[in-house]
């Protein structure tokens, strides 16, 4: 079983076309709409003084709290009954 982790998550999500036109419509957003950074690179870029919109920031901060819990956590969850089943 590999593991998967938070940041795995993140990127695969972000990574996907559909899941991102699907979260974007959904949530009032346009993340990874012609941008080639990632979440982790945005949010990175922003720390080391590289402009970012305070929405650009928020809607970050929520598509990973967004993917944490309800891609990565769930994931993590079903592993963790699979192996104690």
């Keep these: 079983m590999s593991i ?3 940041e795995t998550a993140v990127m695969e999500c972000y990574s996907n076309k ?3 036109t699907e979260y974007n419509r959904v ?3 346009n993340l990874a709409e ?3 950074r990632s ?6 870029d922003n720390a080391t ?3 970012l919109s305070e929405r650009e920031i928020n809607d970050l901060k929520e598509f ?4 944490d819990v ?4 769930e994931v993590y969850n079903t592993g963790k009954k699979e192996c104690l089943n």
């Excluded at 979440?39 to 990175?44: F, T």
């Design 4 to 6: 998967i982790t938070l």
């Design 18 to 20: 559909k899941f991102m």
């Design 27 to 29: 949530n009032g957003t």
């Design 34 to 36: 012609d941008d080639t």
């Design 39 to 44: 979440p982790i690179e945005k949010l990175i």
């Design 49 to 51: 003084s590289f402009t």
């Design 64 to 67: 990973i709290k967004f993917v």
């Design 70 to 73: 309800v891609v990565w956590q």
